[in-house]
């Protein structure tokens, strides 16, 4: 029993090291999993959050996007675009 009680005592240092080394490893190793699946779960948000963009965008519809417009550069009121200015020929 002396000799075990010497051990103990020399490699004491050792022990406690070798003691913490396991409980991170497994902290991490039970870690892991849900490290390995946050690619996953961060594309999965980002492609919902593009989800609701569009469908708010499209809720809101005061846009006109380049297919509105006829080929002469007027929209389907036939005003034309990109100016500002009001068309003479409406007054």
Known sequence: ????KDFLYRQNDI???LIILAAAALLIFSRITLIMEYPER???QN???A????????EAGGEETPAD????G???DGE????GQENPEDE
């Open 51 to 58: 989800a609701q963009e569009t469908t708010t965008d499209s």
């Open 47 to 49: 492609a919902i959050e």
């Open 15 to 17: 022990i406690i090291v």
């Open 42 to 44: 961060a594309a999965a």
């Open 1 to 4: 029993m002396e000799k075990f």
């Open 80 to 83: 034309p675009e990109g100016s």
């Open 69 to 72: 417009e006829n080929a002469d």
């Open 74 to 76: 007027e929209n389907a």
